[in-house]
Nanobody, 116 residues
C-alpha cells in the first residue's frame, strides 16, 4: 500500500506559475510510473502528464510546452511545474502512481484555481 499526499495547489492569476508536489510513502519500491491527472468541474478526469520509471514523459496536448513533470526517486516525489496558467487549467489535480502488478493509487487531490 502506498499513500500519496499532494501539495502546492492554490489560487493564482492567469499567466502565473505553480509547482505541485506529491510525496509517496509506504511500499514505494513497487512504484513504476507516476503521473498527474486533473478534473475540472463537470468534466471527466484527464491525464495531464506521466513519467515512467526511466524518466520518459508523456503530456496532454493541451499542456505541452507549458507544464513539466519530474520525479525525485530518492524522495519518492513527483512534481508538476505549471507555467503560463490559464483559466482552463482550473481543476482538482490528482497524483497517480502505477505498479507492475495491481491497480494504481491516487492522491486526495489539490485544487488549482486560475483567476482571469
Amino acid at each position: 500500500q502506498v499513500q500519496l499526499v499532494e501539495s502546492g495547489g492554490g489560487l493564482v492569476q492567469a499567466g502565473g506559475s505553480l509547482r505541485l508536489s506529491c510525496v509517496a510513502s509506504g511500499h514505494t519500491s513497487s512504484i513504476t510510473a507516476m503521473g498527474w491527472y486533473r478534473q475540472a468541474f463537470g468534466k471527466q478526469r484527464e491525464l495531464v502528464a506521466h513519467i515512467g520509471s526511466g524518466g520518459s514523459t508523456v503530456y496532454a496536448d493541451s499542456v505541452k510546452g507549458q507544464f513539466t513533470i519530474s520525479r525525485d526517486n530518492a524522495k519518492n516525489t513527483v512534481y508538476l511545474q505549471m507555467t503560463s496558467l490559464k483559466s482552463e487549467d482550473t481543476a482538482v489535480y490528482y497524483c497517480n502512481v502505477e505498479y507492475e502488478i495491481g491497480y494504481p493509487d491516487w492522491g486526495q487531490g489539490t485544487q488549482v484555481t486560475v483567476s482571469s
